[in-house]
């Protein structure tokens, strides 16, 4: 059997080098980072896991923190994107991952207290950023290492790290473009709950609407069918009036799904009788009939960034490794806003 001492002698280096670099010791060049993967490929070998535990007292594994029910995550592109980004950093660094979900706030922090008082995961990535957030709390106060990815939403907020896209000039974007196809109305869906995210896009939207002679309505709702169903089937007059011109802009890619599935079956054409458009690039806005224009956020650049930053915090054992990570966006313009 491969030890790290055979992979050290091959790659001309210490075994406690070896053993850094499989930690993801930030310190180490990234030729000899390099080097030593791939005599760890040439031979085979993989890290005792549970050996590494027994010596470090670490679990060498990320707990993913998601609100949400299982199903609609499961299915989201955000969130498969995210948790992919997340899994291929930390694996290069010999850590895994373990999830927990949770609609309600008073569970998902049941399960986070377990989680860290049983020392099942060295550190905590919360995929969601909101005010008054009871585990964010209780993570500061164990002073558990982790970070988040959103923005920050208090002063105190500024003391860990949050990786995060520019949702307001995201959103500004996006809006600019919708109106320069002419509208005269625009309907901007979000979901219910205190989220920073939905703070944001909805700041940027009415940042520009409000600088043209736009009317809009901003409609809070859950994303069950039946609710889009029932507040589109009173706006269905407008929507086909051939003599306004409208468009409706909605929160995420999921909730947008539910859009377009209730404009088909009210045969509202998109663009002919309404222009659509919405937040994160992924196949389902792609393969749409139309396909669908909307703003790229790089959910799997987000989830490398999270992971390398936890990483970091992880070998330096200690939080004030802070940082706010800005992730670029895109526009992507298709044919659900092309008349």
Same mark, same amino acid.
């Given at each position: 059997?491969?030890?790290?001492?055979?992979?050290?002698?091959?790659?001309?280096?210490?075994?406690?080098?070896?053993?850094?670099?499989?930690?993801?010791?930030?310190?180490?060049?990234?030729?000899?980072?390099?080097?030593?993967?791939?005599?760890?490929?040439?031979?085979?070998?993989?890290?005792?896991?549970?050996?590494?535990?027994?010596?470090?007292?670490?679990?060498?594994?990320?707990?993913?923190?998601?609100?949400?029910?299982?199903?609609?995550?499961?299915?989201?592109?955000?969130?498969?994107?995210?948790?992919?980004?997340?899994?291929?950093?930390?694996?290069?660094?010999?850590?895994?991952?373990?999830?927990?979900?949770?609609?309600?706030?008073?569970?998902?922090?049941?399960?986070?207290?377990?989680?860290?008082?049983?020392?099942?995961?060295?550190?905590?990535?919360?995929?969601?950023?909101?005010?008054?957030?009871?585990?964010?709390?209780?993570?500061?106060?164990?002073?558990?290492?982790?970070?988040?990815?959103?923005?920050?939403?208090?002063?105190?907020?500024?003391?860990?790290?949050?990786?995060?896209?520019?949702?307001?000039?995201?959103?500004?974007?996006?809006?600019?473009?919708?109106?320069?196809?002419?509208?005269?109305?625009?309907?901007?869906?979000?979901?219910?709950?205190?989220?920073?995210?939905?703070?944001?896009? *909805?700041?940027?939207?009415?940042?520009?609407?409000? $600088?043209?002679? =736009?009317?809009?309505? %901003? +409609?809070? @709702?859950?994303?069950?069918?039946?609710?889009?169903?029932?507040?589109?089937?009173?706006?269905?007059?407008?929507?086909?009036?051939?003599?306004?011109?409208?468009?409706?802009?909605?929160?995420?890619?999921?909730?947008?799904?539910?859009?377009?599935?209730?404009?088909?079956?009210?045969?509202?054409?998109?663009?002919?009788?309404?222009?659509?458009?919405?937040?994160?690039?992924?196949?389902?806005?792609?393969?749409?009939?139309?396909?669908?224009?909307?703003?790229?956020?790089?959910?799997?650049?987000?989830?490398?960034?999270?992971?390398?930053? *936890?990483?970091?915090?992880?070998?330096?054992?200690? $939080?004030?490794? =802070?940082?706010?990570? %800005? +992730?670029? @966006?895109?526009?992507?313009?298709?044919?659900?806003?092309?008349?």
């Amino acid at each position: 059997m491969t030890t790290i001492k055979d992979v050290a002698k091959k790659a001309g280096v210490s075994p406690s080098t070896v053993s850094r670099v499989i930690k993801g010791n930030q310190r180490i060049s990234e030729a000899t980072i390099s080097k030593v993967k791939k005599v760890m490929e040439e031979l085979n070998y993989f890290p005792n896991t549970a050996a590494r535990t027994l010596i470090t007292n670490q679990t060498y594994k990320i707990g993913l923190v998601l609100k949400g029910s299982e199903e609609p995550i499961r299915l989201n592109p955000f969130y498969i994107n995210v948790l992919l980004g997340i899994s291929e950093e930390c694996n290069q660094h010999g850590y895994g991952t373990q999830t927990t979900v949770s609609n309600n706030m008073d569970d998902l922090k049941e399960e986070v207290f377990k989680m860290m008082k049983q020392r099942m995961v060295d550190a905590f990535i919360l995929l969601y950023s909101k005010n008054d957030d009871p585990i964010k709390q209780m993570l500061m106060e164990e002073n558990m290492p982790f970070i988040v990815i959103g923005k920050p939403t208090s002063d105190s907020d500024y003391k860990f790290t949050h990786i995060d896209n520019n949702n307001v000039l995201a959103s500004e974007n996006l809006t600019q473009h919708v109106i320069n196809q002419g509208v005269d109305e625009i309907l901007f869906i979000t979901e219910k709950g205190n989220f920073e995210v939905s703070k944001d896009r *909805i700041k940027g939207f009415e940042k520009i609407v409000s $600088q043209h002679n =736009i009317n809009y309505q %901003i +409609i809070e @709702t859950n994303s069950e069918r039946k609710s889009i169903l029932n507040f589109i089937q009173g706006q269905q007059a407008r929507l086909k009036d051939p003599n306004i011109k409208q468009a409706i802009i909605s929160l995420d890619a999921m909730l947008h799904l539910a859009i377009l599935s209730v404009l088909y079956e009210l045969n509202i054409e998109i663009p002919n009788d309404i222009l659509t458009a919405t937040f994160n690039d992924s196949y389902l806005t792609e393969i749409a009939s139309p396909p669908q224009t909307c703003i790229d956020i790089k959910p799997r650049l987000l989830g490398q960034q999270a992971g390398n930053a *936890i990483l970091k915090i992880l070998n330096k054992r200690e $939080q004030n490794v =802070i940082e706010l990570v %800005i +992730i670029d @966006t895109e526009l992507v313009i298709r044919k659900s806003t092309q008349r």
